[in-house]
């Protein structure tokens, strides 16, 4: 709930809330986001370029058990 853990590092770049009172809370602590570390974080874990790396990284990976 309030977010996924695969994407948000609480307080880091959002805030994980187990319920929507927490969830409020949480509103009041947005300036302690930083923009650029989220920016930063999208762009690394989640642009088109870090996609096709994972999938090489996999594909590579299978040739390389089918070889063996």
């Known amino acids: 709930r309030g977010g996924l853990t695969e994407i948000v590092q ?8 187990p319920d929507e009172d927490s969830a409020v809370n949480a ?3 947005l300036h302690r986001i930083n923009r650029d570390t989220c920016r930063k974080t999208a ?3 989640y642009s088109p370029l870090s996609a096709v ?5 996999v594909y590579h990976a299978a040739i390389a058990g089918q070889n063996s």
């Open 10 to 17: 609480h307080e880091v770049n959002g805030f994980l809330c």
């Open 27 to 29: 509103i009041g602590g």
């Open 43 to 45: 762009e690394e874990n």
């Open 53 to 57: 790396n994972r999938f090489l990284t």
